[in-house]
């Protein structure tokens, strides 16, 4: 079945920092990939999707491409702030599997960031 | 437009007892979902609707029952509550199912089983 893999984390870093996490995923199908984060208290945003390869998705400063070839969706961003801290998952949903897998979102996780000032 | 909504956001049950999340969304979306969040897990998916009237199992649906009379509602219902059940409790919508959708989450409700 699908699976996502995610970075250990959790991940602390300094204000201005470079952010990478790691995501790579299996899948029996071709996915579409996504990265949701989830603040403190808060339900789940998308933050950025790729549906095909080679695509890339960028939002609020993070971007992520879609590399089929090493099935991988890395998020980075090039220098983070104290309000980018949160738990980040990495998703992807996939049409193959029939009824129990229809529109459903696979999920990593979790990464835990901590940004300190 | 108030989005996903879901009520309660706290809960405390007792072993064996039943109770209903509420979840409701204003967008006019055909995909409706339920997840639990549990540390380490990432979400798991529960049951999903495609529309009113048409509900299937995701990959953990024991100990849960959902119907959709409406396009707006998706109850959850614990027929007999279990430890094993607390956890994090998220819908979700979608404008419809498949691959590539955005799905909008509500704020989630917080179940402790004792």
């Known amino acids: 079945g699908d699976s996502v893999t995610q970075m250990e984390g959790p991940v602390t870093l300094s204000e201005e920092a470079f952010l990478t996490i790691n995501c790579t995923y299996t899948a029996t199908g071709y996915p579409s990939l996504f990265w949701y984060v989830q603040y403190p208290g808060e339900g789940l945003q998308l933050l950025l999707k790729a549906t095909k390869a080679d695509d890339k998705g960028s939002n609020k400063g993070f971007e992520a491409t879609y590399r089929k070839e090493t099935t991988s969706f890395h998020l980075e961003k090039g220098s983070v702030q104290v309000s980018d801290s949160a738990v980040y998952f990495c998703?992807?949903?996939?049409?193959?599997?029939?009824?129990?897998?229809?529109?459903?979102?696979?999920f990593g996780q979790g990464t835990i960031l901590t940004v300190h000032p | 437009n108030a989005g996903v909504t879901q009520t309660p956001k706290f809960q405390v049950l007792k072993t064996g007892q039943s109770m209903t999340l509420q979840c409701a969304q204003d967008m006019n979306h055909e995909y409706m979902s339920w997840y639990r969040q549990d540390p380490g897990m990432g979400l798991r998916l529960i049951h999903y609707s495609v529309g009113a009237g048409i509900t299937d199992q995701g990959e953990v649906p024991n100990g849960y029952n959902v119907s959709r009379s409406t396009t707006e509602d998706f109850p959850l219902r614990l027929l007999s509550a279990a430890p094993s059940q607390t956890s994090v409790y998220f819908c979700?919508?979608?404008?419809?199912?498949?691959?590539?959708?955005?799905?909008?989450f509500g704020p989630g409700t917080r179940l402790t089983v004792t």
């Open positions: 998703a992807l949903s996939d049409l193959s599997g029939g009824g129990t897998s229809y529109g459903k979102l696979t």
């Open positions: 979700a919508s979608s404008p419809r199912g498949g691959v590539g959708y955005e799905q909008y």
